[in-house]
């Protein structure tokens, strides 16, 4: 039994749907459903018996040790937090609130659980913390990418909210023994991505006409990964990972944010060219800059290649088709997502951007 937690979201999500495909083994997925936690992304796992959905927080604390209890999970795997870097300029409170004191509500309940365990439950058990490279902060154009030792100078609430859960996590392990696992990956894209994030905000804007936001000159690069990708890479580490230990997950995909975007564009010109038959990238707006905007991020992967094995299985290309192509044939998906509070949060924050 795996207990997962923002298992609703984006990531969590197309986790818990690959895990039950792959694998017979339970899962719990607690999710307190915020604007981003989403039932409809499981909406095929309705009646599976192997998926096991609870609504609740994670600084729950009665609650968590509640289900610990119960299910006696062999694992934890948190993917839950805010995730969004624009609303943690807007407004920071939540992300510390769950990012941080949830984190650590979480730990602390679980180190009461793994404290009751025994034998082999005891050495077995795993807590497995999903982190990001925002950690580490913004590289010049010709720095190496991210190690796993790279110094942490996030930059914004939200990686800097991130930072110190990373640090609840390392000291839960130096501290008490507990046997955590660390992922810090890069910018994830692919199905079930709410479109407040770049790659769905482009397509979801493109096919409904509107503009497409530019922040600042668009040459700020990330670095790309297939959500199935990550996906399995916390299976690797869960599987072989040291305990202890922090693995950087990437796809040697760096790309500048203009190049993603005309990338999108032309993918879409293939598939669903627009009635006037000119391109969506006549649709480009520049806006006003992120504060405090990270100009690149760039992951080395390579220590979990080298002790793990793991190597994503999709090239950029390869995956950007498919997601666009999901959004093509998930417009329902997307109508019911842009029908809630997300109105809301667009009218805020691109309307101080207009240039
Ligand atoms: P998301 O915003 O799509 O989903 C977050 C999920 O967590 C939602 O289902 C939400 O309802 C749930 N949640 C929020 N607060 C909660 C709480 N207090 N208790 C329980 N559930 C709560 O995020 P995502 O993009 O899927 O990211 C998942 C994790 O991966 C996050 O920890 C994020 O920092 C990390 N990460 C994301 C990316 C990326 O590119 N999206 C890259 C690297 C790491
Ligand atoms: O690097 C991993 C991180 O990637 C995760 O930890 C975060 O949870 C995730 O949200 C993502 O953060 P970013 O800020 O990199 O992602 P976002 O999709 O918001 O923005 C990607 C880039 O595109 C960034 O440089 C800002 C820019 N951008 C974004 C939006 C929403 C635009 O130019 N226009 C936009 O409208």
Redesign the pocket.
């Known amino acids: 039994m795996l207990l997962v937690?923002?298992?609703?979201?984006?990531?969590?999500a197309n986790f818990v749907l690959d895990w039950v495909a792959q694998s017979d083994e339970a899962i719990i997925n607690?999710?307190?459903?915020?604007y981003?936690?989403?039932r409809e992304n499981l909406a095929s796992l309705e009646g599976n018996e192997q998926h096991n959905f609870v609504h609740?927080?994670?600084?729950d604390t009665a609650l968590v040790s509640a289900l610990l209890a119960q299910h006696q999970p062999r694992a934890i795997i948190?993917?839950?937090?805010?995730?969004?870097v624009d609303r943690s300029i807007h407004g920071p409170e939540d992300f510390i609130?769950?990012n941080i004191v949830?984190t650590f509500k979480l730990l602390e309940a679980t180190r009461a659980y793994w404290g009751s365990l025994k034998g082999d439950a005891k050495r077995n058990f795993r807590f497995l913390h999903?982190?990001?490279?925002e950690v580490y902060g913004s590289l010049s154009k010709d720095e190496p990418a991210f190690t796993e030792t790279h110094q942490y100078q996030p930059n914004s609430p939200y990686s800097a909210s991130?930072a110190a859960s990373d640090h609840l996590v390392r000291a839960y392990h130096h501290t008490y023994g507990m046997p955590v696992l660390t992922t810090n990956?890069?910018?994830?894209y692919g199905p079930y991505h709410?479109p407040e994030?770049l790659i769905p905000l482009m397509i979801v804007n493109a096919l409904a006409g509107k503009a497409l936001p530019v922040y600042g000159d668009g040459q700020q690069i990330r670095d790309w990964l297939y959500v199935k990708d990550?996906c399995s890479a916390i299976r690797r580490v869960l599987a072989a990972g040291t305990v202890g230990e922090v693995y950087n997950v990437g796809g040697w995909n760096e790309k500048p944010n203009l190049e993603i975007v005309h990338t999108v564009c032309c993918i879409l010109d293939e598939l669903r060219g627009r009635a006037d038959g000119k391109s969506y990238a006549e649709q480009i707006s520049y806006v006003t800059d992120r504060p405090g905007h990270d100009r690149r991020y760039a992951i080395d992967a390579s220590k979990l290649e080298r002790e793990l094995g793991w190597k994503p299985a999709e090239t950029f290309e390869t995956g950007i088709r498919k997601t666009v192509l999901w959004y093509l044939e998930n417009q329902a998906w997307v109508a019911n997502v842009l029908s809630g509070n997300y109105r809301d949060w667009v009218a805020k924050n691109y309307a101080e951007r207009q240039a």
Do not use: M, Y
Request: proline residues 0%.
């Open positions: 937690t923002g298992g609703a979201g984006f990531i969590g607690l999710d307190a459903l915020t981003a936690g989403n609740g927080d994670i600084a948190n993917f839950a937090a805010e995730s969004h609130q769950t949830g999903v982190s990001t490279d991130k990956c890069s910018n994830n709410f994030k990550h």
